[in-house]
C-alpha cells in the first residue's frame, strides 16, 4: 500500500494583475524559495517537481523544460500536468501521488501564470472543440452563467446571493490577505450597480486575471515531522472530469462534478458530516454565483439550500464554516495557479501558519480546484490526530 | 516497490495526414489496448492522457480525447508530455494504492499545425525565440558540437538511419519504412548543418495506450505481464548555451535510477533489446552512451561495429524508431509498447529471438533536455 | 472553413489560432537589453556559490538555485562552440533568409554560450572555435537582435 503524505511548506507570490518586474521563471523562483524557507529546505531536499500552467496564455511549449530555470531543477526528475482550470490542483494531487507511490519522498508542487502577458479571453476560447463550440463560447464566463441562470430559475436564488459571496471573499482578501490580488472591499450594493459581464453575472460576480506563482512541498509522513513541527495530512482526495461539451452537462444547476470529487475524498478521509467535520474549505469559484450553487455539491446543504446557507452567514470569518479567507479565486486568479493556492491556503489553515486570515482551531480544510468544462478536484487536509 | 505491470498494450498506424480525428485516433488505440488487455472500458480504474496545447491547438487540450478514452467516467488526469511521463503519472497512481488498473494514452497529429512554429515556441519568448531556433536547428547545434567534440562522423549518423528505416520495413506500425544507403543519407537535402533530411524523423500523426496494473491484477488479468523493473525521469539544464550539448549526464542519471531499481549492474550485456527516443540520427549515438552501452565518445564506433543491428547483441529500434515516424508525445509511449511486445514474444518479423529485457526512451524538450527511462521485464 | 478532400469524403476544417502576447522581460533580462541598447556593452552574471558567469544574466543560478546579484560587463568578442547552418526556410519565425548562420558564442569572460548568429562570413570558413566579435544594430530595439549578428576576427 502507499505512503501517507503531508504537507510541509508553502509559498506564493504578492499575486498581481500585472507582475512587471519579473518574468515568468523569475516569479516561479520567489514563490519557490518562500515555500523552501518556510521549511528550512534546499533544492537539494527535493526529489522531484511538478509544475503546471495553462499554456496559450503565455504561448511557451514544454513549460516543464522551460520552467527548470525557475525552480532550480537542474538534474532533478521534472515532470508538467495540464488539466485547464484545475490544472493547480491536478498538479498537487500528482506530487501527493508521487510521494504517495514510495518512489519519492519530498516532491515540489509549482502552479504560476502571467495572464497579463496574454489575452486571457482570447486563449481561453481556445479550449473550445472548434467545429462546433469555439465560435460562439465566450470564454469562461459563458457556462458559469448558463449555469447560475439554471440554478435561479429552479431553486429562486438570486443575484444579490451572489453578491453576498462576493462581499464575503473580496472582504477577507482586504482585510486579511496581504498575497491576494484584489484588496479593495465592497459591497452587495456596489456588485449590484456593477455591469453585466453576461447575465446574470456581473463585473463584481467575476474574478480578476492574475500574475502569480505558488509552491507548495508535500513529504511522506515521517520525514514531515522532522520538517514542520505542524504538518497538513493529505486525508483524501477526489477527482472528476465529466464532460466535454458545455451541452453534454444536463442538470447544469450544480456541479455534478463537484459531488463526485468531494464524495470520493470524503470516503478516503472518513468525513460523513462535511458541514460540522470541516473547520475551513478553501473553494475555487470562479465566479461569486458558484459560492451560491455549489455549496451542495459538497454536501455543505441539501440541494437548492445554497441561498439560504450563504444567507446565514455561517460561511463568513466569523461563522461556523469560514469559506476562503484568503479571499479565494474572486480576489486572484492566476490560473496554473489559483487551485494549488487552495491546496496550500487550506494547509495553511491546518497548519496554523495562515497569518491574520487564520481561522482558530482548524482540524481539517477542504481545498477544491475547478475547470472548464466542469472538472472538479477535491483535497482533504487533516491535522496530525486524523493519522490512525 | 510493488511491481507494476503493463498488460494491454495498442497503437495506431503512424503515417502523416491521417484522415481520423484525435479523439478517433484514441478511441482507437483505447480500444486496441483493452482489447489486447481482455478487458472492457468498465475494467478501467482511472487514467492519464498526455496531450500538448500546442501541437494540438487548443488550449485544455486533454478535452479533445477525454470522451474517446473513457476519462469522463474515471478520476483522470493529463501530464504535457512524452508518453514516458504519462506511464509515470500512472505508476504514481497505482503505487498510491488509490488506484487500480490504469490507462494511459498519448497522441498527436504532428500534421495538422506547423511543426517549425510550435517548436519555436519552446524557445524563450525574451531571449532566443527571436533567432527562430526549433526542432531542427537546435539539435543540428548539439549534432554539431557531439561530433566535434568526440570526432562522430556524418557516415556513422548516417548509419542509424540506414538501419532504422531498414528495420521499419518488419514494422506493419512504422510510417517510413525505406530501403537506403549511407549515400542516400549523405546527399539527401540538407535541413541544417550537419542534419540532412534522412538524418532527421518525419511529421507524423498517432496515437499509443497502455494499461497499467499492480501486480496481484495483473497475475490475475494476464498471461503475459510485463514488468516495469525500473524506471528514472531527470532534466538537464534550460537554456542552450547554459548545458554542454554532447553530454550525456542527465540521461545517464535517469537510467542509474531505473538500473538500480531493476538490479542491472551490466547493461550492455543485461539488456536484449533498447528502443530509444531517435527524433535525428546523432541522437542514437549520444544516447548508447548515455544508457552505457559503450563509454562517452565511444558511440559512433559502436554503430560501426554491427553491435545495435538487429543481428547483432544488442539490437536497438527494431520497430524502425522514432527517424521512421514521429508522432509527438506518442512516440516514447510507443517505445515501451514495442518493449513490451518484444519482451512478449510477440514483436512478429522485427521480433528480437529470446529478448525477455528490454529498455524503453522517451525524450522531453529541445535536444533530449529531459529523459525517461524504463526496464521492462517478462 | 470545413473543405472537403477531393472525393475521399474526409472533411478537414482550417482555422488559426491569432493570439497577441506581451512578456516580462525581468530584471536580469531587462538590463541585459538596457546595456546593450544604450551602451552598447554586453552583461552576466555571477553566481555567489559556484563562480560560474553566464551570459545572458539570469535570476538565479541554474545549478545551485541561488539569487545572482553581481553582474559583470563581458567584452563583445569570443569563441564559436557550435554552428549550424540553417537551410530551410520559415519566414515567420526566421531572423534571416536562409542559408544563415546560427551558432553558440562563449564569450571572453563567461562561462555559459550565447545563442546567437554569425554573419559577414563565408560558410565554407565557419569552423568551431573560432573567434568572432559583436556587431551591434543600428536602431536597437531592446531584444536580442540589437545585437545583429557576431562576426569572424
Known amino acids: 500500500m502507499g505512503n501517507r503524505v503531508s504537507i510541509v511548506g508553502v509559498g506564493q507570490t504578492h499575486h498581481r494583475s500585472k507582475n512587471t518586474e519579473c518574468n515568468g521563471q523569475e516569479l516561479i523562483g520567489i514563490a519557490v524559495r518562500r515555500a523552501l524557507e518556510s521549511t528550512g529546505l534546499t533544492m537539494n531536499d527535493i526529489d522531484a517537481v511538478v509544475v503546471g500552467n495553462m499554456d496559450h496564455f503565455e504561448s511557451i511549449n514544454y513549460v516543464d523544460m522551460w520552467s527548470v530555470m525557475g525552480f532550480g531543477g537542474y538534474m532533478k526528475p521534472v515532470l508538467k500536468v495540464t488539466t485547464g482550470g484545475t490544472t493547480g490542483s491536478a498538479v498537487g494531487h500528482a506530487a501527493f501521488y508521487h510521494v504517495a507511490s514510495g518512489l519519492f519522498d519530498v516532491v515540489l508542487a509549482v502552479g504560476w501564470e502571467q495572464n497579463s502577458e496574454s489575452d486571457t479571453t482570447a486563449a481561453i476560447v481556445t479550449h473550445c472543440e472548434p467545429l462546433i463550440e469555439r465560435d460562439f463560447y465566450g470564454g469562461a464566463i459563458g457556462g458559469l452563467a448558463a449555469q447560475y441562470s439554471m440554478y435561479m430559475d429552479k431553486y429562486g436564488a438570486t443575484e444579490e446571493d451572489a453578491a453576498l459571496v462576493s462581499v464575503r471573499d473580496r472582504c477577507n482578501a482586504a482585510r486579511y490577505n496581504p498575497y491576494a490580488h484584489l484588496r479593495k472591499e465592497i459591497t452587495v450594493e456596489e456588485v449590484m450597480n456593477s455591469a453585466y459581464i453576461s447575465y446574470p453575472l456581473r463585473l463584481l460576480h467575476m474574478c480578476p486575471r492574475s500574475d502569480g506563482a505558488c509552491a507548495v512541498i508535500f513529504a511522506r509522513d515521517d520525514k514531515a515531522e522532522a520538517i514542520s513541527g505542524k504538518p497538513a495530512r493529505v486525508l483524501g482526495v477526489g477527482s472528476s472530469h465529466r464532460s466535454t461539451y458545455l451541452g453534454d452537462e444536463v442538470g447544469l444547476a450544480g456541479l455534478h462534478s463537484l459531488e463526485i470529487a468531494a464524495k470520493e475524498a470524503y470516503n478516503m478521509a472518513g468525513i460523513t458530516d462535511p458541514y460540522h467535520q470541516i473547520d475551513v474549505a478553501e473553494m475555487y469559484l470562479p465566479a461569486a454565483s458558484a459560492g451560491v450553487s455549489w455549496m451542495e455539491g459538497m454536501g455543505f446543504c441539501d440541494e437548492g439550500g445554497g441561498p439560504e446557507f450563504i444567507r446565514s452567514g455561517v460561511t463568513n470569518m466569523d461563522g461556523e464554516l469560514p469559506i476562503n479567507p484568503s479571499g479565494g479565486v474572486i480576489s486572484t486568479n492566476c490560473i496554473g495557479a489559483t487551485g494549488l493556492i487552495r491546496i496550500g491556503e487550506g494547509a495553511l489553515q491546518v497548519m496554523g501558519k495562515a497569518e491574520a486570515r487564520q481561522v482558530p482551531n482548524v482540524e481539517i480544510a477542504a481545498a477544491t480546484g475547478f475547470g472548464g468544462c466542469f472538472w472538479s478536484d477535491v483535497m482533504i487536509l487533516g491535522s496530525s490526530k486524523y493519522l490512525d | 516497490m510493488e511491481k507494476v505491470a503493463i498488460i494491454g498494450v495498442g497503437q495506431t498506424r503512424y503515417e502523416r495526414n491521417n484522415p481520423c480525428s484525435h479523439d478517433e485516433m484514441a478511441f482507437e488505440v483505447t480500444n486496441k489496448a483493452l482489447e489486447d488487455a481482455g478487458l472492457t472500458i468498465a475494467d478501467i480504474d482511472n487514467s492519464v492522457t498526455c496531450t500538448n496545447d500546442f501541437w494540438d491547438g487548443r488550449t485544455i487540450s486533454c478535452m479533445t480525447i477525454t470522451d474517446a478514452t473513457g476519462s469522463s467516467r474515471v478520476p483522470t488526469t493529463n501530464v504535457e508530455g512524452d508518453g514516458t511521463y504519462g506511464v509515470l503519472m500512472g505508476m504514481t497512481r497505482i503505487l498510491s494504492g488509490l488506484h487500480d488498473i490504469t490507462l494511459v494514452v498519448a497522441q498527436s497529429k504532428g500534421s495538422i499545425g506547423e511543426p517549425n512554429l510550435i517548436t519555436n515556441a519552446i524557445f524563450d519568448p525574451v531571449y532566443d525565440r527571436i533567432l527562430g531556433l526549433d526542432a531542427v536547428n537546435s539539435a543540428a547545434l548539439q549534432a554539431k558540437r557531439y561530433m566535434t567534440k568526440y570526432g562522430i562522423t556524418e557516415g556513422q549518423c548516417a548509419r542509424v538511419s540506414v538501419k532504422n528505416h531498414k528495420n521499419a520495413k518488419k514494422n506493419p506500425y512504422a510510417q517510413l519504412p525505406l530501403d537506403i544507403t549511407v549515400e542516400d543519407v549523405l546527399s539527401s537535402r540538407p535541413l541544417a548543418d550537419p542534419i540532412k533530411l534522412l538524418d532527421a524523423s518525419p511529421v507524423s500523426d498517432g496515437a499509443c495506450a497502455v494499461i497499467l496494473a499492480r501486480e496481484s491484477d495483473a497475475k490475475r488479468i494476464c498471461r503475459k505481464p510485463v514488468w516495469i523493473k525500473g524506471v528514472g525521469h531527470c532534466s538537464d539544464m534550460y537554456h542552450l548555451g547554459d548545458r554542454d550539448l554532447s553530454d550525456v549526464s542527465v540521461l545517464q542519471t535517469a537510467v542509474k535510477k531505473a538500473y538500480d531499481m531493476a538490479g542491472i549492474k551490466d547493461p550492455k550485456r543485461e539488456i536484449h533489446v533498447a528502443e530509444v527516443y531517435e527524433a535525428f540520427s546523432y541522437m542514437e549515438l549520444m544516447w548508447m552512451e548515455g544508457l552505457g552501452f559503450c563509454e562517452r565518445g565511444r558511440a559512433g564506433k559502436l554503430m560501426d561495429s554491427g553491435f545495435t543491428q538487429m543481428e547483432g547483441p544488442l539490437p536497438v529500434n527494431p520497430s524502425g524508431g522514432v527517424l521512421s515516424a514521429h508522432p509527438v508525445l506518442a512516440a516514447g509511449l510507443a517505445r515501451i509498447v514495442e518493449g513490451v511486445l518484444q519482451v512478449r514474444g510477440e514483436a512478429e518479423d522485427r521480433q528480437v529471438q529470446g529478448a525477455s529485457v528490454a529498455l524503453a526512451h522517451g525524450i522531453e524538450g529541445a535536444c533530449g533536455q529531459g529523459h525517461c527511462v524504463y526496464v521492462l521485464e517478462r | ?153
Open chain 3, 1 to 153: 472553413m470545413t473543405v472537403e478532400l477531393g472525393n475521399t469524403g474526409t472533411r478537414l476544417h482550417q482555422s488559426r489560432i491569432r493570439l497577441r502576447y506581451n512578456w516580462w522581460v525581468g530584471k536580469s533580462m531587462g538590463r541585459f537589453y538596457r546595456e546593450i541598447k544604450e551602451k552598447r556593452k554586453i552583461w552576466g552574471n555571477k553566481c555567489p556559490v559556484c563562480g560560474l558567469v553566464y551570459v545572458p544574466p539570469k535570476e538565479n543560478c541554474p545549478r545551485c538555485f541561488e539569487e545572482m546579484n553581481e553582474f559583470v560587463e563581458l567584452g563583445d568578442r569570443g569563441r564559436l562552440l557550435t554552428y549550424t547552418v540553417v537551410r530551410y526556410s520559415v519566414p515567420l519565425i526566421q531572423p534571416q533568409t536562409p542559408p544563415y548562420v546560427m551558432g553558440i558564442i562563449k564569450l571572453d569572460g563567461a562561462d555559459t554560450g550565447l545563442t546567437h548568429l554569425v554573419g559577414e562570413a563565408d560558410l565554407e570558413d565557419i569552423e568551431v572555435g573560432m573567434r568572432l566579435e559583436a556587431v551591434f544594430r543600428e536602431n536597437p530595439q531592446g531584444n536580442l537582435l540589437d545585437i545583429k549578428y557576431f562576426k569572424p576576427i
